[in-house]
Nanobody, 130 residues
Framework: QVQLVESGGGLVQAGGSLRLSCAAS????????MGWFRQAPGKEREFVAG???????????YYADSVKGRFTISRDNAKNTVYLQMNSLKAEDTAIYYC????????????????????WGQGTQVTVSS
């Protein structure tokens, strides 16, 4: 069982920044593929960013087009934590943000569908005022 706890959400003006954190339990955190998703009212949950360890080449990272160049995902395996640095925030970034973990021995690619993740945090609200 993996527990995920997000923090760092809040209210920010357009153009501002926030950093979300997701602390995970589990002794094999470095092997998890981690993802950030968001869900705005009346909309489906959507992929934001993902990260997985890819051996000698380091971390593989993938971003949704809507956040590319503005958001940065990173992880600290010593702290069992994944981060989402969000810069140049826009009103359309307003949503509940969730972190998710996919566990398993061989994760070939970063899962882009929320259906592929095994564990979820409780979510943290991000509100961007225009």
């Amino acid at each position: 069982q993996v527990q995920l706890v997000e923090s760092g959400g809040g209210l920010v003006q357009a153009g501002g920044s926030l950093r979300l954190s997701c602390a995970a339990s589990g002794r094999t955190f470095s092997s998890y593929a981690m993802g950030w998703f968001r869900q705005a009212p009346g909309k489906e949950r959507e992929f934001v960013a993902g990260i997985k360890w890819s051996g000698w080449i380091g971390d593989s990272i993938y971003y949704a087009d809507s956040v590319k160049g503005r958001f940065t995902i990173s992880r600290d395996n010593a702290k069992n934590t994944v981060y989402l640095q969000m810069n140049s925030l826009k009103a359309e970034d307003t949503a509940i943000y969730y972190c998710a973990a996919k566990t398993g021995r061989s994760i070939a690619t970063i899962p882009l569908s929320w259906l592929e993740y095994d564990y979820w945090g409780q979510g943290t609200q991000v509100t961007v005022s225009s």
